[in-house]
């Protein structure tokens, strides 16, 4: 379906009833320019790391998150909204002090972090006039697996989206839906592991035959390397579906590994990743446009790119890092991934950050 795009709106650009508003205008112009809108949100910024806090006892996080989410729903909802919100907050105060601890009840706590986000969009849109379709996730993403890191049950889930399409179909307006959580069979919530909203997004993309993907975020696009680590970094304009798919797996611009998995990602979807006003870094299947970046996942340092598997650039790396005083504990690449991976000593990991990152993007 063509006409169809699969919002996600961020958690790092949520923090006030105004980040709601100025989503709903944007999402308000996108439907009157003829497209499709299927929403997917995150809990606002901070608020999971919180709720996660929370969820261990530290009663403490209570303040913030009422604070926070008392002062969005009174401006969007009103009175009778904020103190809902806030009744619904004291609740998990409760379950946080006095229920035994165990991950279900955990994931339920957290879960929350993204049922009042939908609260808050679907009030905003309304205001700005648009048609939405309220969809709770726990009735439409199945899952299975563990809690915390619960993986999307496909054909379910088909389903049960299927119904969604139809009824948005038949009353021209927009689906809104939490990212992040979905329920098992035994009718518990669980979470799908941090970042997990994007998982969410592609995974509707995908079983609704939706090819466009936006995931909103407060930066550009994705980077060549993290500019806190590295400078002079660059803004990747293209990634093919292999190389974001590798991207994912070195922690690169928090891209969800599991929203990036070949089985959600279609042939002809296009996913693009940044802010409303930039042009962003587009994921498209075919050939690479010549990306290169640098991740890293713990000890593991990746050079990332179509074409970097090569002994050539293998041993430019190597000599770059030797003359640099970096010795390297290991080196692996195959023709089969867009990558070359390594290991060096933990305290020499930015250094080795820095000279990779030359290697690949200024060489
Ligand atoms: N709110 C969740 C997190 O912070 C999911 C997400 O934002 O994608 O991990
Ligand atoms: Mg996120």
């Not at 998150?65 to 909204?81: C, D, I, K, M």
């Not at 993204?114 to 609260?119: G, H, N, Q, T």
């Not at 070359?340 to 933990?346: A, D």
């Amino acid at each position: 379906m063509s006409s169809w795009i699969v919002v996600k709106i961020g958690g790092s650009t949520l923090s006030s009833a105004g980040s709601y508003f100025s989503h709903a205008v944007k999402i308000r112009a996108l439907i009157e320019s003829g497209v499709r809108t299927f929403i997917v949100l995150s809990a606002m910024r901070g608020v999971t790391d919180s709720l996660l806090k929370l969820a261990w006892g530290r009663l403490g996080e209570l303040e913030f998150l009422r604070e926070l989410h008392y002062s969005v729903a009174l401006e969007l909802g009103g009175a009778n909204l904020a103190s809902v919100v806030d009744g619904i907050l004291g609740g998990l105060g409760k379950l946080a002090s006095t229920a035994p601890r165990g991950p279900a009840l955990v994931d339920y706590i957290v879960s929350h972090g993204e049922r009042l986000s939908r609260i808050f969009m679907v009030k905003a849109l309304e205001a700005e006039g648009v048609k939405v379709l309220n969809v709770n996730a726990l009735d439409i993403i199945a899952v299975r697996g563990d809690y915390g890191d619960a993986y999307i049950d496909y054909r379910v889930t088909f389903m049960n989206l299927a119904k969604v399409r139809e009824l948005a179909e038949l009353e021209k307006a927009s689906p809104v839906i939490e990212g992040f959580i979905g329920r098992m069979s035994d009718g518990s919530i669980a979470t799908l592991g941090r970042g997990g909203s994007d998982y969410t997004a592609t995974a509707v993309a995908s079983l609704s035959s939706i090819d466009r993907v936006f995931m909103v975020t407060d930066v550009p696009g994705v980077f060549s390397c993290d500019p806190r680590i590295v400078s002079g970094v660059r803004l990747v304009e293209e990634l093919s579906l292999r190389e974001a798919r590798e991207a994912s797996l070195y922690n690169v611009k928090g891209l969800n590994p599991k929203a990036f998995t070949p089985e959600l990602l279609k042939e002809d979807m296009e996913i693009r990743i940044g802010t409303w006003s930039s042009k962003g870094t587009l994921v498209r299947a075919g050939a690479s446009n010549g990306a290169k970046l640098v991740g890293y996942k713990g000890p593991t340092i990746a050079l990332i790119g179509e074409g970097v598997q090569s002994v050539k650039v293998a041993v430019r790396l190597l000599e770059a890092l030797d003359a640099g005083g970096v010795p390297v504990y290991s080196l692996e690449f195959t023709v089969e991934k867009p990558s070359i991976s390594f290991k060096v000593p933990e305290n020499l990991a930015f250094k080795a950050l820095n000279i990779a990152h030359k290697v690949v993007v200024d060489g």
